[in-house]
């Protein structure tokens, strides 16, 4: 966010920090496949509950955050506003024990050049892309889901500027990712995880040892042997935050898996699978602030 002192000279902060808060229910709380948005709730804040892998995502708020960590918490008023405007539209109105984990995300929304980022709902979510006369370029805003317009309009500018050369146009908008099918299959978003978000990786990881092995919902030892033999997974928060999503739908059921999952990680790589450090994270996603 300071490109400039890379430049020999002070910057102003380009990037003001906001976090948003998302509480996972079960699904019976918003039955069917259908997602719902409040665009403007009791204080004109924006709620959502969407349907996920047999659960339902409550959130989320946007708090300007100065004081940046790896693993935000979430505040206790933010809890209270979801919980409460939530309980005004779902099915029945969710507790504070019906979460079954808390996470919180950071943006890094781009702030205007003047703005102390202190109102961060105003800011725009869109990325910015800013070249120095030096050829320095700087990315910021944007968010995981945008990623690839992202990365276009990068090599654009950076084209446009004569910074690297224009070889063809991009493709970005049409290449798979990996395990990407050949020919469109649709799914649920509400759907309980499973073989099928594997696409067509999902008859390798069917035949490894341990297919019929249940872990957990959505969780079979075969799952994780394909993750340390083929997504480089090593330790038990790379298996069940990033290649399984168990700890942000249920970071108990995380916690109580946790142990066999390292050891299958261990088994498979010979690598510690920081099993403890992955207990004190879950922990965290299971507990409320009071």
């Known amino acids: 966010a300071r490109d400039g002192e890379a430049l020999g000279r002070t910057a102003a902060p380009i990037v003001a920090p906001s976090q948003g808060v998302h509480l996972v229910v079960d699904r019976a709380f918003l039955p069917g496949d259908r997602a719902l948005l409040v665009p403007s709730t009791a204080d004109g804040r924006v709620l959502f509950a969407v349907p996920w892998l047999g659960h339902t995502i409550l959130g989320t708020t946007d708090t300007p955050r100065s004081d940046l960590a790896l693993e935000p918490e979430p505040f206790a008023e933010e809890v209270a506003f979801i919980l409460r405007e939530a309980g005004r539209y779902l099915a029945r109105a969710p507790r504070r024990e019906d979460v079954t984990s808390a996470w919180v995300g950071l943006r890094p929304l781009v702030r205007p050049s003047g703005d102390d980022g202190g109102n961060t709902k105003r800011l725009s979510r869109e990325h910015v892309v800013a070249i120095s006369p030096s050829g320095l370029v700087t990315v910021t805003g ?55 978000l594997y696409g067509s990786d999902a008859g390798a990881v069917g035949a490894l040892p ?22 480089w997974a090593r330790t038990v928060e790379d298996m069940l935050a990033r290649r399984s999503r168990l700890l942000f739908l249920d970071a108990r059921a995380a916690a109580a898996v946790a142990p066999r999952v390292a050891a299958l990680l261990h088994a498979e790589t010979g690598v510690d699978p920081q099993l403890g450090e992955f207990d004190a994270l879950a922990r965290r996603y299971a507990s409320l602030p009071e």
């Open 210 to 231: 341990g297919a019929d092995t249940v872990l957990a919902p959505g969780l079979t030892e075969a799952m994780v042997r394909f993750a340390a033999r083929h997504e």
């Open 142 to 196: 944007g968010k995981w889901t945008t990623y690839r317009a992202m990365a276009e309009d990068v090599l654009e500018q950076a084209a446009a500027a004569g910074l690297v050369e224009r070889r063809a146009g991009g493709a970005t908008a049409t290449l798979r990712l990996a395990g990407a099918p050949a020919t469109p299959v649709t799914h649920a978003i509400a759907a309980p995880a499973g073989l099928h």
